[in-house]
């Protein structure tokens, strides 16, 4: 990643000893946001966050009311939602990228944060990806052989073309498991439909 | 290594990296689909898995197909992902599903996350069944156009080539070149690691390879 800035986190809880466990855990390698309630944690959510930890199970507004509203926001953060039981398979239809189960362990926190960031950023460089694509096919279309051996800027296009074919190859390990092939295909279809 | 050559006679296939995609290009009526169906048949003859993922014709009618390409053949490992049953329930996993035969439906060509995990529940019964090799189909791409957009196509090509990249598999992709703009063509070739053109020429069916060899080979009949 060239950005340098820590990853934001947004921490949605309630009780406020969970809350300042999970801020312990996690404040080392990002920034974190805590709100105790769904009011706040909508009113502390921007352009900057990367994920949210929602719980579930709270007072005022659910966690289900304020995902369906982050949702309804043209935000790209990702959604842990935190549950106090096993959920069922209906809420995979819901909208959030990941559950995590009470009690969570430490390890566990920093890896769903880790999973969800990296899913982040890969339908960022398949964003970028694609729009220089279209600029090659766009220059490739128009132009002949021979205007574009003499074109600087297409020789560079190709080469960051390149670059963006490596790093998608190297992120998420280049879509190894079905996890990881699903939410990316449901990121990509989420858009028009 | 995958070894294309019985099918198209051409050095240039005769060593297929494990995870190439390729792309199968040319105007309607010269083939694509049987090429494509060839190239997966070819594979089930020497053991491999197959997979297909079919927007125009129905799974019972691709399985009928299939059986009579392979006749002969023991132990076909074969899965239809069918993105045109509307409404339909899956079929996989009923007894009169026969054995080396899993089916999924998905509602339409344009429910990609469907598609997706059609895709991943058949290629988890081919791994399970034992196919560490295994062919891929998609007939159309030409058709999921017309129920999304290339942005979104495009993506979802470049995902499902990392994931059959991840599984050692090898794809084919139709496309109808005489239904899309230059423009779409153009950008939907670059998810691809290869490309097939083919033609009707004055001695019949001719195809070419690019992108897999250094230079393109010449058209040769099929």
Redesign the interface.
């Known amino acids: 990643m060239t950005d340098s800035r820590a990853p934001v986190v947004l921490i949605v809880e309630d009780e406020p000893d969970v809350a300042e466990t999970y801020n312990l855990w996690l404040e080392a390698d990002y920034e974190v946001r805590i709100a105790e309630n769904g009011d706040e944690g909508l009113a502390k959510l921007d352009e900057d966050v990367n994920v949210v930890l929602l719980d579930r199970m709270m007072p005022g507004l659910s966690g289900d009311e304020v995902l369906e509203r982050i949702r309804g926001r043209d935000l790209s953060c990702r959604v842990a939602m935190v549950t106090a039981v096993e959920p069922d398979f209906d809420i995979l239809e819901m909208g959030f990228d990941a559950y995590l189960s009470k009690p969570i362990r430490s390890e566990q926190l920093h890896e769903t944060v880790e999973k969800l960031l990296e899913r982040s950023n890969y339908d960022d460089l398949?964003q970028e990806?694609?729009a220089l694509?279209?600029k090659?096919?766009?220059l490739?279309?128009a132009k002949s052989g021979a205007e574009l051996a003499d074109s600087n800027e297409y020789e560079q296009l190709q080469g960051r073309?390149t670059e963006l074919q490596d790093d998608?190859?190297q992120t998420m390990?280049?879509?190894?498991?079905?996890s990881d092939?699903?939410t990316?295909?449901?990121q990509?279809?989420g858009?028009?439909? | 290594m995958y070894d294309l050559s019985n099918v198209l006679e051409t050095e240039a296939v005769s060593e297929i990296r494990p995870g190439t995609s390729v792309l199968i290009a040319g105007p309607a009526m010269t083939g694509k689909e049987n090429l494509a169906m060839e190239i997966l048949a070819d594979g089930s003859r020497q053991g491999e898995g197959a997979l297909v993922v079919t927007t125009g014709s129905d799974a019972d009618t691709v399985v009928e197909d299939y059986q009579e390409r392979v006749s002969g053949s023991n132990n076909i490992q074969f899965g239809v992902v069918d993105c045109r049953a509307e409404g339909s329930s899956g079929r996989g996993g009923n007894s009169d599903t026969p054995p080396g035969l899993y089916i999924h439906h998905v509602s339409s060509p344009?429910?990609?996350?469907g598609?997706?995990?059609g895709i991943?529940k058949c290629l988890?019964s081919l791994h399970g069944s034992g196919a560490t090799e295994g062919r891929l189909a998609l007939i159309s791409l030409s058709t999921m156009l017309t129920y999304?957009?290339r942005?979104?196509v495009?993506?979802?090509c470049?995902?499902?080539s990392?994931?059959l990249?991840?599984a050692g598999y090898i794809g084919v992709f139709t496309i109808d070149t005489g239904a899309h703009e230059?423009?779409t063509l153009?950008?939907l070739k670059?998810?691809f690691d290869g490309l097939i053109e083919v033609r009707e020429g004055d001695a019949g069916r001719e195809a070419r390879v690019l992108g897999i060899t250094d230079s393109p080979t010449d058209w040769a009949s099929i």
Do not use: M, N, P
């Open positions: 398949l990806y694609y694509v279209e090659q096919a766009t490739e279309t073309i998608l190859a390990g280049g879509i190894e498991d079905d092939f699903i990316a295909i449901q990509i279809g858009d028009d439909t | 344009g429910d990609l996350t598609i997706g995990i991943t988890e999304t957009d942005e979104t495009f993506k979802f470049h995902v499902l990392s994931r990249d991840a230059e423009q153009q950008v670059q998810a």
